[in-house]
Nanobody, 115 residues
Framework: QVQLLESGGGLVQAGASLRLSCAASGSTGLINVMAWYRQAPGKEREMVASILRDGTTNYGGSVKGRFTISRDSANTAVSLQMNSLKLEDTAVYYC?????????WGQGTQVTVSS
């Protein structure tokens, strides 16, 4: 089992930056994918950014060039640096990991961008 705990959400103005962090505990060995998803009110959950064990990253189209995902070498933490935040970035952000074909989700942290 893997437990995930997100932190760093909050209320910011458009154009500001915010950093989300996710701490993984439990059986963190062999974690392959670490990622961030988000879900806005009335919308489906979408992938924001992912990073593989080898460091390969992938970003959703709307955040490319603004967000940066990173993970520590011990697979115990993944972060999301969010710059130039827009109103449409408002959502609950979820930490996600995949380990041995099992998926784990955090509880979510609210990010609200105001004008």
């Amino acid at each position: 089992q893997v437990q995930l705990l997100e932190s760093g959400g909050g209320l910011v103005q458009a154009g500001a930056s915010l950093r989300l962090s996710c701490a993984a505990s439990g059986s963190t060995g062999l974690i392959n994918v670490m990622a961030w998803y988000r879900q806005a009110p009335g919308k489906e959950r979408e992938m924001v950014a992912s990073i593989l064990r080898d460091g390969t990253t992938n970003y959703g189209g709307s955040v490319k060039g603004r967000f940066t995902i990173s993970r520590d070498s011990a697979n115990t933490a993944v972060s999301l640096q969010m710059n130039s935040l827009k109103l449409e970035d408002t959502a609950v952000y979820y930490c996600y990991v995949s380990r041995l074909l099992r998926e784990y989700w955090g509880q979510g942290t609210q990010v609200t961008v105001s004008s």
